[in-house]
């Protein structure tokens, strides 16, 4: 289970960064291709271990705007 586990969460990580770059980091327009908000988008890069990729105030007003 375990193996699974790891394994879909590998995937979806290769899925975001796929997606970045197809959209050339523009978190906008990757958000937008993924049918989400761009808080939504940094809180996904977040959980899956990219959020240091990602401008420390880009980062902290999505979080500010979540929380609103």
Known sequence: VF???LELFLKKRVYLLS??????WNLAATAAALNTTLEELVKRLE????GYLINQQVRE???KRMKS
Request: overall charge neutral; charged content about 10%; aromatic content about 6%.
């Open 3 to 5: 193996g699974l586990v």
């Open 19 to 24: 997606q970045l770059a197809e959209h050339n």
């Open 47 to 50: 959980k899956s271990g990219f």
């Open 61 to 63: 007003q999505a979080t």
